[in-house]
C-alpha cells in the first residue's frame, strides 16, 4: 500500500533553513497525483504548506511563498521541503501527503516529524 | 485570503448523532470546495474520511457521512462510538495558488 515517511533534522537554528525529505513507497511519484507539505505548530491546527507535481510544477501558500521550496527526486521517489529564514513560529510538526489535484483529496498522510527551530 | 470555520467543540453521548459544519469567509460553501473532512486523534497524522463533499474512503467507517448543509459543508456521524473521540478538520479548496485552506477543527468529546 502507498506509504510516505518524513525524514530531515528535528531542531533547527533561527534564520536558517529548514529540509525536509518525503520518501514514497508503494506508489510511483511519477503517478497521476501531486504531493504535498502540510504542517500543524503544536496544540495547534493544520496549515497547507503547498504541493508539486512530478514534473516539478508547484503550488505554495501565499503566506509562505517566499520561503518555501518543494522540489522532486522521481530517481528516488522522494519529495522534498525547503523553508528559508525560519523562525520559532516554525516550529510544528511537518507532514508530506499525497494529494489528488481534482478533488484536492490529501489520502494518504506521513505519520509526521517534529521540526524545533531554537538556538 | 479565505477563512475556514468550524466550531470549536462539540460533545455527544455514545450511541448518538453528531453534525459538524465547515463555513467559509466567502460565501457559501458549494461542491466546488469540494469539501474534505479528516480526522485526527492526539499523536497520530490526520486521517482522511471524506473528499468531494460526500465520498468515502475505503477505510470510512459507514457511520460517517458527508453533505452540504444551509450553506455548509458538514460531517454526520451517526451511532457514534468512543473511539470517535477526536479532533475533526474540514479543507475546502479556494483556488489559486493557495488551493486549500484548513479549518481550525472541531474536538469532538464522547461523553
Known sequence: ?119 | QTVVTQEPSLTVSPGGTVTLTCASSTGAVTSGYYPNWFQQKPGQAPRALIYSTSNKHSWTPARFSGSLLGGKAALTLSGVQPEDEAEYYCLLYCGGAQLGVFGGGTKLTVL
Not at chain 1, 489535484?101 to 506521513?110: C, E, V
Not at chain 1, 517534529?114 to 538556538?119: D, M, Q
Open chain 1, 1 to 119: 500500500q502507498v506509504q510516505l515517511q518524513e525524514s530531515g533534522p528535528g531542531l533547527v537554528k533561527p534564520s536558517e533553513t529548514l529540509s525536509l525529505t518525503c520518501t514514497v513507497s508503494g506508489y510511483s511519484i511519477s503517478g497521476g497525483f501531486y504531493w504535498g507539505w502540510i504542517r500543524q505548530p503544536p496544540g495547534k491546527g493544520l496549515e497547507w504548506i503547498g504541493s508539486i507535481f512530478h514534473s516539478g510544477t508547484t503550488y505554495y501558500n501565499p503566506s509562505l511563498k517566499s520561503r518555501v521550496t518543494i522540489s522532486v527526486d522521481t530517481s528516488k521517489n522522494q519529495f522534498s521541503l525547503n523553508l528559508s529564514s525560519v523562525t520559532a513560529a516554525d516550529t510544528a510538526v511537518y507532514y508530506c501527503a499525497r494529494l489528488q489535484m481534482a478533488t484536492i483529496t490529501l489520502d494518504y498522510w506521513g505519520q509526521g516529524t517534529l521540526v524545533i527551530v531554537s538556538s
